[in-house]
């Protein structure tokens, strides 16, 4: 009986430090979705009608109070229909992310078919789209194209991307160390602010990184940059190197996943 008096007091002492640490890491997760998603500028919204409305109920300015109140139902519906692209990026990143699971990560290889294959296309002023997989299913994409499921090697996609065949216009699914379908249509980025000279292949790469946790290699047919897309972000024209310590990392290939921010050779977005 004594021990569990101990016990409860001792939890009644780590409570509230345990209670700020659980916050703290869950609003550290939200920012991250937040900025994975380019949904800032709606956090920013929510906070500035919060100072607004707590400006009013300090200083008692009951007629502006009585507005806020009277409008926030509409408020709150106006903000779903408006940010709705937003809010559906949210939740799908909440729901691929890893925070409490366990066992084993999914690995991937033949990095170097790729690799190579993206070197002959760039020189060719081929384009090239490849999607490696990691714990979102792409089933909706894999049956807009045509299914495969053939071992990757480099003259598979050089074959599929270096001549006008019906494939070469869609994206390659790559999963396990084959490739799962070839000739898939990509969602397009609803990004604004991408430049004007990105074709097809670089928005749809992006929009793909904006919806699902998938990576995505993009050869540039006008200039030959080779580039990747992950996180709703675009890094452009990266040597071999770079991409190799990337895809390493963001793959569970034993390289480290901000190796873009810690290499010292940082590439700025939509460059």
């Not at 502006?64 to 949210?90: D, S």
């Not at 869609?170 to 430049?195: M, Y």
């Not at 004007?196 to 995505?216: C, I, M, N, P, Q």
């Amino acid at each position: 009986m004594e021990f569990i008096k101990r016990l409860a007091g001792l939890y009644t002492t780590v409570q509230p430090v345990l209670d700020i640490l659980v916050l703290s890491f869950l609003l550290y997760q939200v920012y991250g979705i937040l900025i994975k998603t380019q949904a800032v500028q709606l956090l920013k919204g929510a906070v500035s009608l919060l100072i607004i409305y707590a400006v009013a109920f300090i200083l008692r300015l009951n007629t502006l109070l009585w507005l806020l109140n009277t409008l926030a139902p509409g408020l709150l519906i106006g903000v779903a229909i408006v940010f709705q692209p937003e809010l559906r990026k949210i939740f799908l990143k909440i729901g691929q992310s890893d925070w409490f699971r366990m066992g084993k990560r999914s690995t991937h290889s033949h990095l170097d078919s790729v690799l190579t294959s993206a070197e002959i296309l760039s020189k060719r002023r081929r384009g090239m789209l490849a999607v490696f997989t990691r714990k979102n299913g792409l089933r909706d994409i894999v049956e807009t194209g045509t299914r495969l499921n053939a071992e990757l090697s480099s003259s598979l996609l050089v074959t599929i991307f270096g001549h006008d065949t019906p494939l070469h216009d869609g994206a390659v699914i790559i999963q396990g160390g084959r490739v799962v379908a070839a000739g898939c249509f990509l969602p397009l980025s609803e990004q604004q602010d991408i430049r004007k000279s990105f074709g097809t292949r670089h928005r749809a790469a992006l929009g793909l990184s904006e919806e699902t946790d998938s990576v995505v290699m993009i050869v540039s047919e006008e200039t030959g940059a080779i580039s990747l897309a992950y996180d709703s972000k675009l890094y452009y024209d990266l040597t071999s190197a770079e991409i190799t310590r990337q895809l390493e990392g963001l793959l569970d290939l034993g390289g480290d996943s901000s190796a873009m921010e810690d290499s010292g050779n940082e590439r700025p977005e939509f460059d």
